[in-house]
């Protein structure tokens, strides 16, 4: 079974940085997208960033300008850099993956546990 497994959540002060991993387990394919979304206290949850597996980047617009993401399609992982963060980036992280299938015709969704990051002094 496909797992995606998140880690790198934690305490953060206000204007420090974060850097989330995410590896998949129980496969050795190449996911068509990977990338990360969050959910905060008492909102929806929204993109944070996606990477198609030959490089092209959708980031979500309130973390543009601060946000970085890459993949290592070898190992099945994704990463995530935010920078600048404020209280308002504190949220669960979830890593997200899909494959899409020409030859069985279908979409295939991932999602990690989560990870909690905290932005507080």
């Known amino acids: 079974q496909v797992q995606l497994v998140e880690s790198g959540g934690g305490l953060v002060q206000p204007g420090g940085s974060l850097r989330l991993s995410c590896t998949a387990s129980g496969t050795t394919i190449i996911f068509n997208v990977m990338g990360w979304y969050r959910q905060g206290p008492g909102r929806q949850r929204e993109l944070v960033a996606a990477m198609t597996s030959s490089g092209t980047i959708n980031y979500g617009d309130p973390v543009k300008g601060r946000v970085s993401i890459s993949r290592d399609n070898g190992k099945g992982a994704v990463y995530l850099e935010l920078n600048s963060l404020t209280p308002e980036d504190t949220a669960v992280y979830y890593c997200?993956?899909?494959?899409?299938?020409?030859?069985?015709?279908?979409?295939?969704?991932?999602w990690g546990q989560g990870t909690q990051v905290t932005v507080s002094s």
């Open positions: 997200n993956a899909e494959v899409h299938s020409l030859l069985l015709k279908k979409t295939a969704r991932y």
